[in-house]
């Protein structure tokens, strides 16, 4: 058990021997967990724009897996708010949300996520998500949970949220939907938050979200909280609802007729090119012909997606048919006089090709399959590889800087070393895992990790128990989640999310350093306007942190020296302390590279023209880190300019990889060993030495 090469392969070998108390502790925490876990799985399943029985299968295997190949005991992996809306706005624009095409993009996209993540891991390249600095995150953070935050508001009222390219002008239309409100929705989300709100505070080791749900579910079964029928296009009174239904469902047959041509298309082009390769005109006037009628049904699916919009926020009142009549619906307000509508308010749930569905109540979760998850290789669509690509590096980045920063929390407390590494490996199979039985991309948690530390989980089999607790609810008890309300898992989501908004952590970053705080709050804004596509916003983040980084690289502190009265050498500007007749002694505070090295030229040779007396030069290099190929030349140039015009160039404190690269390159000899001094004092002692002996500067100095 020793074996270290085993233990990387199977890390939860670590845990042995196992039992006993041990095994209790796990037990219950995996219990505590998974009473949280399985509504609040369900409600970021709809934040990921996935049917809500989807989160239940992102919190059965990628939940164990993590925890049995992660490095941390306690870190409690599955769907995560930030994840989840990421996931949302990268397929939203390619998918109708809920639809099959989305849930299978959204899998495909675990896959990748899982790949990229595994690929880091095996590399041991963790280091890598340094490139996502903590303000960035910050900044990240608090844009994506005001948008997660508002993105719930129109489930907890009630009325329907359009999806455009612009998520602020779908807010604003979910405002002017306020007077619309459903009052027994608004009533189930806000008591809710109410009983969340309330056991948090008063009595926060009780579930308070799942007794949130149970209370609110039980409610909606007892009120019949929901009301659905069918209509046909036929039903529909309203002429403007009508020709839209009617556009819809032409638009749906011709989709049908698309994929139909493409399928029957494609089937020919894997003929030909196992006839006769990839050459040929056949070929070229096939993959043609593929292309256009994919842009034909990718224009066609963009139109239906904006109807079924329009035609979703369209009120209609129902009319009973009598004497063998179908039921009528009209617009609301325009029931003819002498009619008697049902009293509801009905909207379209969905347009069809014939058939759709209406809402009167309230939304509920639905019918969710029983049983566990189909296993097998997630569909995969090449030519979405390319459109998911910078949103799976995004995520991949952004899930495993959430996971290591709750595990290194936790570590924190229990003393444990957390391996990067290893932690992106448990986090990349638990996608890969995940995507193989149709989850969405999954992270770690920090609300469920801090649940299973308190709750007393000594190791990672109690996540393996909250995962066995997730399938038997897959297994038994599904059937109870039906009549859960929408609104409440839109609550929760939101409950979730408070906790992330945090301005003091941006003001933090401002007080730090300003460049910190720009990042911050140009990622806050940017993820704010660039939603739906948060990636864009993190990316300018990033770009820019790094940017700045380079910038401050570019001009490090640079300081003339002085002898301060206690003896010490100071910044002469800050102290305001006199110029050397004998010496000029600057203080380079960066690493010397290409990028700085025209900065290091102009800084020594102003200090040195600012003090024509002084004919020695002190380079203080204490703070000099590194020296590349174009530093070493600068170097030798300024050092060859000033010796022209009758002034010594000294160096002290060069740490030993500068030294090595003045060695190598010949810099070193061309200097003399004797113009390097192991401090600043020792060069200061033996330059005023030199001057009181009334010698030839340019002569080697002895070392003191």
Known sequence: MDNPLLKRLLPFLRWLPYGGAMLRADFLAGLTVALVLVPQ???????????????????????????????????????????????????????????????????????????????????????????????????????????????????????????????????????????????????????????????????????????????????????????????????????????????????AQRIDELNGQIGAKGGELKKLLREHGETGHDVATLNYEIELLRLQLHDRENENRGRNRAIRSIAFERVPGADGRPDRLFAEGKVPPGEQSDGRRWRIARAGKDEFRLIGGGEVVGTVPEGLPTMGLPKISWE????????????????????????????????QKIDPNQELLGQGLANIVGAFSQAFPVSGSFSRSAVNINAGA???????????????????????????????????????????????????????????????????????????????????????????????????????????????????????????????????????????????????????????????????????????ASGEEVVRHVVERLRASGVDVVFSGLKKQVVDVMRATGLLDYLGELRLYPTAEMALEAIYAEAAAGGDALRPLRRR
């Not at 899930?399 to 595990?407: K, T």
């Open 41 to 251: 799985s369900m409600a970021y399943a709809q934040l990921a724009g996935m049917p809500a029985y989807y989160g239940l299968y992102a919190a059965f295997l990628p939940v164990m897996v993590a925890a049995l190949w992660g490095s941390s005991n306690q870190l409690g992996t599955g769907p995560v708010a930030v994840v989840s809306l990421l996931t949302a706005s990268t397929l939203a624009p390619l998918a109708a949300p809920g639809s099959a095409q989305f849930v299978a993009l959204a899998i495909m996209l675990a896959l990748m996520v899982g790949l990229f993540q595994l690929a880091l891991g095996a590399f041991k390249l963790g280091v890598v998500v340094n490139f996502l600095s903590h303000p960035v995150i910050v900044g990240f953070t608090n844009a994506a949970a005001i948008i997660i935050g508002l993105s719930q508001i129109n489930k907890l009222i009630g009325v329907p949220m359009g999806r455009s390219e612009r998520f602020m002008q779908d807010i604003w239309g979910v405002v002017l939907q306020a007077g619309d409100t459903h009052l027994p929705t608004l009533a189930m989300g806000a008591s809710a938050i109410a009983v969340i709100w309330a056991l948090r505070r008063w009595a926060p080791k009780l579930p308070g979200v799942l007794i949130a749900v149970a209370i609110t579910t039980v409610i909606s079964w007892g009120i019949g909280f929901e009301r659905n029928a069918t209509g046909r296009i036929d039903n529909v009174i309203d002429p403007e609802a009508r020709a839209l239904l009617a556009e819809y469902a032409r638009a």
């Open 384 to 415: 979405m590889i390319g459109s998911l690509l910078s949103a799976a590096i995004v995520i991949s980045l952004v899930g495993f800087m959430e996971a290591i920063s709750i595990a290194k929390a936790i570590a924190a407390r229990t003393k």
């Open 458 to 628: 000594v190791t990672g089999m109690s996540s393996v128990f909250t995962g066995l607790f997730v399938l038997l609810t897959l297994l038994f008890l599904t059937p109870l989640l039906y009549h859960l309300p929408q609104a409440v898992l839109a609550a929760v989501i939101i409950m979730a999310v408070v906790g992330l908004v945090n301005f003091s952590a941006v003001r933090h970053a401002w007080q730090a350093s300003r460049h910190d705080g720009i990042a911050a709050i140009v990622t806050f804004l940017a993820t704010l306007g660039f939603a739906p596509h948060l990636d864009n916003g993190i990316l300018v983040g990033a770009g820019l942190a790094i940017g700045l980084y380079l910038y401050r690289s570019m001009t490090p502190r640079v300081a003339i020296l002085g002898r301060h009265p206690d003896g010490s050498l100071r910044d002469a500007r800050v102290h305001s302390l006199p110029a050397s007749d004998v010496v000029t002694a600057v203080r380079f505070d960066g690493s010397l590279y290409f990028a700085n090295v025209a900065y290091f030229e102009d800084a020594i040779l102003e200090a040195v023209a600012n003090n024509p007396k002084a004919k020695t030069l002190l380079v203080v290099g204490n703070g000099i880190n590194e020296l590349d």
